[in-house]
């Protein structure tokens, strides 16, 4: 079975620093999509990044950026330049097809909760 | 465009009491998901419904959980003679189908206390 593992429950970091949060998978599929969200305290899931697992590019988005080892099974999430507003939990994502053709289903980590420090 | 939408915010019930707790997908998506967040935990998967197909009700919890999704848009989960341990944020989330879109677009959540 998929299992989506998020080893750090909570971390800190300086405003304007850069900090990694880790996030490892086990799957037997080829194909897949992973995803980090970003849930704030006001509650609302937001999609951070995803990368496709067929691509060897590492996905990027303004300060935000992963390290995706696809041989580990391994999917971190770089913040550059923290911001405040990046306090939030973040949860890794992996996407698997369902058994009816064309489903899919997601497996969530259990979330690392980050706090900017101003 | 307006996002997912789910009502009520917040929702306190007594012991016993059924609720019903609805989500309004965003417009054309055709997959829709229910999940359980428990307090400082993960989202534990709750049903999801594809289009016309059969839904997917292998998360649900126990028999007391229910949910269907009208004319392929809005969805109500129904949790009859709620427990205690229901309380949880409920979260429901659309994706636009089987031609694309792999990313999962989130409601706010109804947040659900059982007294």
């Known amino acids: 079975a998929q299992t989506v593992t998020q080893s750090q429950p909570e971390m800190s970091v300086q405003e304007a620093e850069t900090v990694t949060l880790s996030c490892t998978y086990d799957?037997?599929?080829?194909?897949?999509?992973l995803f980090w969200y970003k849930q704030p305290p006001s509650r609302q899931m937001i999609l951070v990044i995803r990368?496709?697992?067929?691509?060897?590019q590492n996905a990027t988005e303004n300060r935000f950026s992963v390290n995706f080892q696809k041989a580990a099974k391994s999917f971190s999430l770089k913040i550059s330049d923290s911001q405040l507003g990046d306090t939030a939990m973040y949860f890794c994502?992996?996407?698997?097809?369902?058994?009816?053709?064309?489903?899919?289903?997601?497996?969530f980590g259990t979330g690392t909760r980050l706090k900017v420090l101003a | 465009g307006a996002g997912v939408s789910q009502s009520p915010s917040n929702k306190v019930t007594e012991k016993g009491k059924d609720v019903e707790l609805r989500c309004d997908p965003i417009?054309?998506?055709?997959?829709l998901y229910w999940y359980r967040q428990s307090l400082g935990q993960g989202l534990e998967f709750l049903i999801y419904f594809q289009g016309n197909s059969a839904p997917d009700k292998s998360g649900l919890p126990s028999d007391r959980f229910s949910a269907e999704r009208t004319g392929g848009s809005v969805s109500t989960l129904t949790i009859q003679r709620t427990q205690q341990e229901d309380s949880a944020v409920y979260l429901c989330?659309?994706?636009?189908?089987?031609?694309?879109?792999?990313?999962?677009?989130f409601g706010p959540g109804t947040r659900l206390l059982v007294l």
């Open positions: 799957t037997s599929e080829n194909n897949y999509y």
């Open positions: 417009s054309g998506h055709t997959a």
């Open positions: 989330a659309s994706r636009p189908g089987l031609a694309g879109g792999e990313t999962q677009y």
């Open positions: 990368q496709e697992a067929y691509k060897q």
């Open positions: 994502a992996f996407m698997k097809r369902g058994t009816t053709s064309g489903t899919y289903k997601y497996i």
